[in-house]
């Protein structure tokens, strides 16, 4: 098996475990806690994902795309990190309460202060995650992510039944970090990295000041619904509403488990030794888009049981928004790779300019349409996502130079699969109009998956070659060892 081939298969088995792990708890915890307790912690977890983007100064992403990685430079990539998460770490403390009068959210401010127990701790843990993922040590990462997944939901099961509400999430954040601590040092057991030193913080910080603007825009981007319904409607409405974007969001995890892990690195390793990069691209896109779009496609058109089966019954107001936002997330495929390859190309600094206009269109389109309430909101992104996904292209070609006709080629072949893919499901929605029952949910997605891959070795695609390669590799494995 070769090294891109291993990272992929760790990377693989680490992500899936996760989500695993995530999907079990959710199904727990929507039953366990109310709408309202869901909306404050998805409030406050945006805010926190904002914080996050800014410590991203001096985070992983230089420590994984720097060519020339001295050790100077991973310590004074530590040591800005530590100063950066303690200055936001205090800004944030400061601004909980103000932030809790804002949103008319009172619980807001004790959610904030635990979180930031768990925020101080990232200078620690994040540095050797991505050493290690620099390395494509994914076997260890897997360990480490795993094991600190598990038991922050573990914890938060625990106390939702115990009840303290919201705050299950913050603590069960701040009991994950412990735990990726405290593994990061037994597996990767490099103790200099942290001796203070500031000897390359030029260096650090010039690319982080690209990076950082870039995380703290895709974050304010994916942040802005959270922070718009915060404002403008009930904690149970944003519940609603935040269940329903990760709902529809859930598929594009599933599939880029593996690929999001990976590319980065990846990328960087060929861009470093000169490999194609075009190639690289379109081949990530064709390998997504073929997987991607047919379960976003099955999603809306079986919305109603998977939401009943996945938050229960009480959160079937989800189910029209879960129909619009899956087809309008469907062209997120460019978005989600803008990031790996424009680093990778030699173009972190065009992010900060292309977060700045997708960032602009995504807020004006929700800040023009969620006072008609979320269905509003959510139509709106039918509009917003083809310019965003549009202008992303537009970036990358401009660094990798890939022709209009190419592209075209690799979704015209995913459209044919997705389509074959969506004949089952489409079948039985028609034939189930009100109230899918679970069984009939099961058999719309066999035939959605027969379809899918009878379309897939029809057409010839390359993930059909990939997948009957998997399969020969388990078929003699099996063999040798009877």
């Not at 981007?221 to 269940?243: D, K, Q, T, V, W």
């Not at 292209?393 to 893919?421: D, K, M, N, Y």
Request: aromatic share 8%; net charge positive; proline share 4%.
């Amino acid at each position: 098996m070769s090294s891109l081939r291993r990272a992929v298969a760790w990377a693989s088995v680490a992500q899936y475990l996760n989500i695993a792990i995530g999907f079990t708890a959710t199904l727990v915890l929507a039953r366990l806690l109310t709408p309202a307790e869901y909306g404050i912690s998805a409030l406050s977890g945006a805010i926190v994902g904002v914080a996050e983007a800014i410590r991203e100064l001096a985070g992983g992403t230089f420590l994984i795309r720097e060519h020339d990685l001295t050790h100077g430079k991973i310590r004074s990539t530590t040591t800005v990190n530590f100063l950066v998460t303690f200055t936001v770490a205090v800004v944030l403390a400061l601004l909980a309460e103000p932030l809790a009068h804002f949103f008319e959210m009172p619980a807001l401010a004790p959610f904030l202060f635990i979180a930031i127990l768990g925020f101080l701790l990232g200078p620690f843990f994040h540095p050797q995650q991505a050493l290690m993922s620099r390395n494509m040590a994914f076997d260890r990462l897997a360990v480490v992510n795993c094991a600190s997944a598990f038991v922050g939901a573990a914890v938060a099961v625990v106390l939702a039944l115990a009840g303290f509400g919201a705050n299950s999430f913050a603590w069960a954040g701040v009991a994950s970090a412990i735990v990726g601590t405290l593994l990061c040092f037994i597996v990767h057991r490099d103790f200099s990295i942290y001796k203070p030193s500031l000897s390359d913080w030029r260096s650090v910080v010039r690319f982080g000041a690209y990076s950082s603007t870039s995380a703290i825009l895709g974050m304010l981007a994916e942040a802005a619904p959270l922070l718009i319904f915060g404002r403008l409607l009930s904690a149970a409405e944003l519940a609603i509403g935040h269940r329903a974007v990760l709902l529809c969001m859930f598929p594009e995890r599933l599939v880029l488990a593996a690929v999001g892990a990976v590319a980065l690195p990846e990328l960087s390793r060929q861009s470093r030794e000169g490999g194609d990069l075009k190639g690289a691209y379109l081949a990530a896109i064709s390998a997504i888009t073929v997987v991607y779009w047919p379960i976003m496609v099955m999603l809306a058109l079986l919305a109603q049981p998977v939401v009943a089966l996945v938050l229960g019954r009480q959160w079937l107001d989800a189910v029209p928004l879960v129909r619009i936002l899956s087809p309008a997330l469907m062209l997120a495929v460019p978005i989600v790779l803008q990031f790996p390859i424009l680093v990778a190309a030699s173009g972190v600094h065009i992010l900060p300019r292309l977060l700045v206009l997708q960032t602009i269109v995504t807020t004006t389109a929700l800040a023009l349409t969620a006072g008609y309430g979320l269905h509003a909101a959510a139509l709106s992104m039918l509009a917003a996502m083809p310019v965003n996904a549009g202008m992303s292209l537009l970036a990358v070609r401009g660094r990798i130079e890939f022709r209009w006709s190419e592209l075209g080629a690799v979704l015209a072949r995913s459209g044919v699969v997705t389509l074959a893919a969506a004949i089952g499901p489409i079948i039985m929605s028609l034939a189930f109009r009100s109230d899918m029952p679970l069984a009939g949910a099961v058999v719309a997605v066999a035939l959605g998956g027969a379809g899918w891959i009878i379309a897939l070795s029809a057409t010839g695609h390359s993930l059909w070659s990939e997948l009957v390669q998997a399969a020969t590799a388990l078929v003699r494995l099996s063999f040798f060892r009877r």
